[in-house]
């Protein structure tokens, strides 16, 4: 279920959209200014850096509050999901993933025999 109705108290409906949150500070990073924000949004825990949360905000709103909190963390990235829209980063970028080079590819493989 990506979107829930409630009503605003005026009669109208607003769509809360489900979104998924992933940030990295860094080991060095501070991220308490990071989790106050998190935790007034009422972000459920999803693993280390990830949370997820239902707001009746846009994508836009919530990058433009992340990279507002962000602004001035060197190696900070945050990557914000949604059913919708996909995923892209808001801050930061892409960086080798811990995983490469784990695969053993057909190029590599010598046979010994």
């Known amino acids: 279920m990506a979107a829930r109705e409630t009503t605003n108290g005026n009669g109208k409906s607003d769509a ?10 860094g080991l060095m990073g501070n991220y308490s200014r990071v989790y106050e924000w998190l935790d007034s949004l009422g972000a459920e825990e999803c693993g280390p850096g990830l949370a997820t949360i239902t707001s009746t905000k846009t994508r836009d709103q919530l990058s433009a509050e992340i990279r507002r909190i962000l602004k001035g963390a060197p190696r900070a ?20 993933a811990a995983w490469e080079g784990f695969a053993e590819s057909a190029v590599n493989a010598v046979d010994e025999s």
């Open 77 to 96: 990235r945050a990557y914000i999901i949604s059913m919708k829209q996909g995923g892209r980063f808001v801050v930061g970028g892409r960086k080798a």
């Open 16 to 25: 809360k959209i489900r979104y998924w949150l992933s940030v990295d500070l």
